[in-house]
């Protein structure tokens, strides 16, 4: 029993005169467990939180096209371009084994029908615009390269060939139709007819690809709609025309969904995170307002370290951590039914220029996720992300090098969405984050 209580008058005192401008402190706190006189719960231990910025997120063969934009309060202009290849079920008219009677068909109309993927972020009660235009570049990543990515963009040209304005219905409806160009349709169907196209390649040298891009002034959201069940359709008929039959269609679809990429961008300007650094470095969150970010699709997450977490060791001769439990509290009025918060939160492992070594797991080799409360009370005190961190910890403090390793914060679906989180650090106001080791010594 002695022992054990000069063990603790030796912790106390070594970690109680840290100062906040030097690597951290920590103090073992007021409350503390007992078993056998032999654990106790520190919950002081400095975590520094900041906020970085991924170079790219690929954003190819997601099966999800996305676009919208809007206004973020927090984080600035969001806006999604989707590009992508569509190929016909045919390449050739109904001509029924007759090239004579291909001269009686003529030209109807031609749709888009984009199918919803029940995805949405942002406020689907307004009005979104966007315009369809072609490209005038081959949907094709860079030389040695298999992937299109959030920052990839793609030559098209000025004119429209199609355009809508429509308010999102993405529960409730099961699609939206554009009606396109009847130049561009017409032009289409003349280069079928008269066998211009025959093959995929003599087809996507004349139609490279597409491109949707939202409207600047009044879309206030994004909307993601499924690759496999979105097509073009362009209808034809006889001339003279028969009243009673019907269209034949010529159906153009994203058969290669590795050649459909989402453009996602973030216009930080006036934000209190415009001047995030290039990926290697990180903005701590001192100069955010005591706050760290994390958003999809545009590779903002967030990075927490423990820079006094080998001085653990120091407590006693003969000691380890049982249990680690890292609490990570959302910024009050920060999230809303326009952006709700996730379920989880994706962790990794990364070294001090956030270069990634795999997920977090625990001591079974599991993968290990920040899990959402969602039980709220009047000042939501309880809402909050919970990481077990105690094997990553237990692993840090005993490590022979002068290096540590970080964890950087995610959403799980990260390349083809644009949901976002904002977390209190330790000396945020109202919504700090917190973290409880459980330390056995023996």
Request: glycine share 4%; hydrophobic share 35%.
């Amino acid at each position: 029993m002695h022992k054990f209580i000069l063990m603790l008058f030796f912790a106390v005192t070594l970690f109680s005169c840290g100062t906040d401008t030097d690597a951290g402190e920590f103090v073992v706190g007021s409350d503390y467990l007992a078993l056998n006189n032999k654990v106790v719960l520190i919950d002081t231990l400095t975590v520094d939180m900041s906020t970085i910025n991924f170079d790219s997120l690929v954003t190819s063969n997601q099966s999800r096209i996305l676009i919208g934009n809007y206004d973020d309060p927090i984080f600035g202009k969001v806006k999604s371009d989707s590009y992508f290849q569509v190929v016909p079920n045919v390449y050739s008219l109904n001509t029924s084994g007759s090239d004579t009677e291909t001269v009686s068909y003529v030209f109807d109309s031609i749709v888009m029908t984009l199918k919803y993927d029940n995805y949405h972020y942002g406020d689907t009660t307004k009005v979104q615009t966007f315009d369809i235009h072609r490209l005038t570049q081959k949907v094709k990543p860079n030389v040695e390269d298999k992937s299109f990515y959030n920052n990839s963009t793609l030559t098209y040209d000025d004119e429209s060939v199609g355009s809508m304005s429509y308010k999102p219905r993405p529960i409730e409806k099961d699609s939206i139709t554009i009606k396109m160009n009847d130049t561009f349709g017409a032009a289409l169907f003349q280069k079928m007819k008269k066998r211009e196209v025959t093959d995929f390649d003599s087809f996507t040298e004349y139609l490279k690809g597409l491109v949707l891009v939202p409207s600047n002034s009044n879309s206030s959201s994004v909307i993601g709609f499924n690759t496999s069940k979105s097509m073009i359709r362009m209808y034809y008929s006889r001339s003279p025309k028969d009243i009673e039959e019907k269209p034949y269609v010529v159906e153009f679809t994203i058969s290669d969904v590795t050649r459909q990429f989402n453009s996602i961008s973030l216009d930080k300007t006036g934000t209190l995170i415009q001047d995030l650094p290039a990926f290697s470095s990180k903005l701590s969150s001192s100069l955010t307002n005591r706050q760290g970010f994390i958003q999809s699709g545009t590779g903002v997450a967030c990075r927490i370290d423990f820079p006094n977490i080998k001085q653990l060791k120091n407590i006693s001769e003969k000691g380890a951590i049982v249990d680690a439990q890292l609490i990570l509290k959302p910024v009050n009025n920060s999230y809303s039914e326009q952006y709700p918060l996730a379920d989880s939160l994706k962790v990794y492992i990364a070294d001090n220029l956030n270069r990634m070594s795999g997920s977090l797991v625990n001591s079974a080799g599991a993968t290990v996720y920040g899990l959402l409360n969602k039980k709220t009370d009047e000042f939501n005190e309880n809402v909050g992300y919970t990481i077990p961190i105690g094997w990553f910890l237990q692993k840090e403090m005993w490590k022979q090098s002068d290096s540590r390793s970080s964890l950087i914060l995610t959403l799980p679906v990260i390349s083809k969405a644009v949901n976002r989180i904002v977390l209190g650090d330790q000396k945020h106001p109202n919504n700090k984050i917190q973290l409880k080791i459980y330390y056995i010594s023996y």
